[in-house]
Structures are given as structure tokens and as C-alpha cells.
DNA sequence: CATTTATTTTTACATCTGTTAAAGTTACTA
DNA sequence: TAGTAACTTTAACAGATGTAAAAATAAATG
């Protein structure tokens, strides 16, 4: 086990945590970026770039992270390790806190970030015990394994199922809380099937049909919205 | 609510929680018995002196604690609210640990410690609620409610006990890792029944009877060993 | 391709929290 | 009650981590 995680301060942790998101969605990890996430997802309020790159130059000085000045950082495989750790603390306390405590899917993220640098290997490993050994949390992203694997269940985003085509919802963003509430209510949560009934050009609205035959409905819904949500779909 | 706990340095909310649990135990808090307890409480390492100091005049400038220099500290009104909801944090983890997690005695204290800062007001009703309002921790310790108040059910030190009175084990002490473990073999435990045999004087062994009569048996303890339980007498 | 604009890094400095060592206070003892 | 031992506080300073503003670099534009 590596566990070099709590060494660490905490936002440095939470900093190789934001590479690796960043990355499962291919973006590019630069100061300013992560300047931006740690503000809004981390509770400390306002933060300077200066901060970032002091981070950055941190990690890099300890073997964390590749640092290019003025170009941005990567992981290296040891700052993956760290980074995939933490990121299986916080989905699994994720869907703790979802089944066992009733939290809603727009509150949980929250709860885990403070609660994912608090406990133990001890505690973590009988998280997984209790909870069955989930392989994805409730937002529907991957919990990796004690090695680090996660399983990639393919999805695409549901701005780019086409017209007719049925599919269930597999993830659903989960660093936007608002959204989260509205993706709740409209029932675009992981689970739940959907069928593209039509798409506007130039980003346009899509309407899509959500839910069971008898109880769901039809709704239109902005890029964005439909951005947020990847779906698999069904075979037909 | 309070819940000034938030805005205070983790050691600060500790060093209050620990003046609280040596004034339930009728002890003075002086500098080198706090600084002894964070060292051994907290992970910390070693700690000195002047930083005690140090803590004791931040928390008297913001009206936690009177400090009377050189003799100590006592805890004001405010300075006992934020107190009591750290150690209502601290008991209603252990409980959910212990109990829906299955660790040990010795085990949940260090677990509860780190935790106990990590969670949120939210958190804190949700456990309350999944565990059904409890209001003893797995050590027998009160859990303060909300407002702070504890239900103060009467015991008295196992060494204190008469000879032939019988009785049932209400606490043990939660500070001792080692010391718990020893308990737990023994059986001596909270909800266990004992029947006091003998006292040797002059702070000499004791004789015990510990369990249900066919599954019970006698055991010979020590004073500093009885001195860590706390009975209350079936009444005859 | 020179210049402007945006971004990142460096520098100088502030704050918080800890340490060690000296000085101060209290309590014990002969 | 003077002297000493034990404990506590103060003073000087160190390291970690933050900021603001200046300097450096990269990217965009006429």
C-alpha cells in the first residue's frame, strides 16, 4: 500500500484528487484551472494562482507530479497512486453517505471531501466491507480498487445519442450541486432509461423522453443539461 | 446552535473537549496535564509546554476558557457548549463504529478522533438518527444531546465496590488502548454483571466474579485495572 | 514579426503555530 | 522562612503556507 496520502497536507492531496478528475475528462490540469476548482470545491474561499504553482512546484519536488512551467502538471505514476486512493475514499464515502445516512446526490460530494481526508485504512476497508465492494458511487463514476483499476464502462454523453435511440443513464457530473438538484428532478439520475425523441442544430435544445414507458414524460433540456449526463445505450 | 467548533483550529476544539473529560473525572487542568494528553490523544508526536501556554491564552483572548496563570484553566459557558458538541461528535462516532462497523473498544476512540472534526451539523443529526438517539457511548460514557446536557446515570469506581455486592459494569475508561483490551478479555465490559468477592488491603488485588453464573467466572484484578470500571450496584 | 494581452512564476513579506532557552512563579523542605 | 525543585510563562526565532505585486513567459493580433 502506498498511503504516502496522509503525509501529505491536505490540499495537496485534494490537488493530485483534481489532476486525476481533471483527467478522466481530458482537460488540461493548468495553475489557473486548478485555482478554480479548489476554490469552489474545497470550502477555503478565495485562493491565489501563486498558491497553485507554490503547490505544484510542492508535488513535483516530491515526485508527485511533472511540472512544465507556464504549461501545466501530470501525474506521475506514484501521484496516481495517491490521487486514485483518495479519489476511492471519497466515492465510497459518496455512496455511504447516500444509502446509509439518506443523503440526496447533490449533497454528498460535499459531506465526502471533508470526511475523505479523516479516516483510516481500517475505515476504509470496512466501508467496502459494508457497502458490498461497490465499483461505482451514486453519481455513477467508478470507485478504483485498492490497486487503483477501476472499470471503464463505456458511455457517451447524451447530447450525442441519436434520434430513436433508447439508453439508461450511467453518470451524471458531480461537481455542480445546483445542477444536480434539477438533473434530480427532471429523474436524469443513474438507472433510469431514456430515449432520444429529438435534437435542434447549433446546440439546440433535446427532447428526450425520460423514464418508464407509463410513468416517465417528455422534456426538453438545454447542451449543457444533456452534457452533464453520459448514458449507455441499449442494444436494440 | 453554536457550532463555533468550526471556525477554531482542530487542537484548540480538542484542548477544549479534553478540559471538559478531566473536569467529568474531578481532575485540575494544568499545562503539562494537557500537553500530556494531546501527546498521547492526538497523533501529534511530541508537544511542548509553551505551546500549551500558547493555546491556553488563545482561547481565554476568545472567552473559552479562564486562565488563571500558573494555576489553569476552566472552562466558561461558551467554552463548555463547543466542548460538549465536540465530545457528542466524538461518542455518537463511536457508537456508529462500534456498531455498525464492528470495531472494538480499543479501537474506536483514535478512529472517532480524527473523524470527529470532519463532519458536518447534517452528519451529526443523520447518525443521531440512525442510531436511534443513543445516549451512551460503547464505553458507557454519556453522549451530551444537543443543548449539551448529559443524563448522568450514578456509579461508583469497581474498587469501591463491597465485598459480596453485586453489580453491573456502567463505563470503562476510554483513554487506554491496551488497558481496553485487557477489560475485553476479561469480560468487564459495560452491561456485564460482576459480584465483588474479596479486597485485599493496602491497594491489594481484588477477587471478581464477572458474567452470568453457569458462564462466569472469578478473576483476580488489580487496583489500577478495577480503578478503569465503573458499577452501579443491583440494588438487593 | 512587433506588440499587446493573458497567464504563470518569482519575490518580498505576513501570519499562524510550533520550538528552545531564559525568566518568572509556586510549592516543597530543611 | 530561605533555598531549592518543579512547573509555567515569556521571548526570540523557525518553518509552512498564504498574499500582493513585479517580472517572466506564452499566446493572440494587427
Redesign the pocket.
Known sequence: MTTELRDL?V??VDCLKYIYKMRERGEKV????M?ELLETQEQ?G?????????????LAKEGFVE??????VELTPRGEAVAAESVRHHRLLELFLARQLGYSLDEVDAEAEKLEHAISESFEDRLDTLLGHPVVDPHGDPIPNKAGEVIDEPSLPLTQLEPGREAVVRRVSDDNAEMLRYLTQLGLVPGTRVQMRGREPFEGPLRVFIGEDAGGQERVIGVQVAGSVRVAPTTR
Open positions: 497536507p490540499r495537496a493548468t495553475t489557473s484551472a485555482r477555503s478565495q485562493l491565489s494562482d501563486a498558491a497553485v504553482t507554490q503547490l505544484f512546484k510542492l511540472h512544465t512551467p507556464y504549461r501545466g
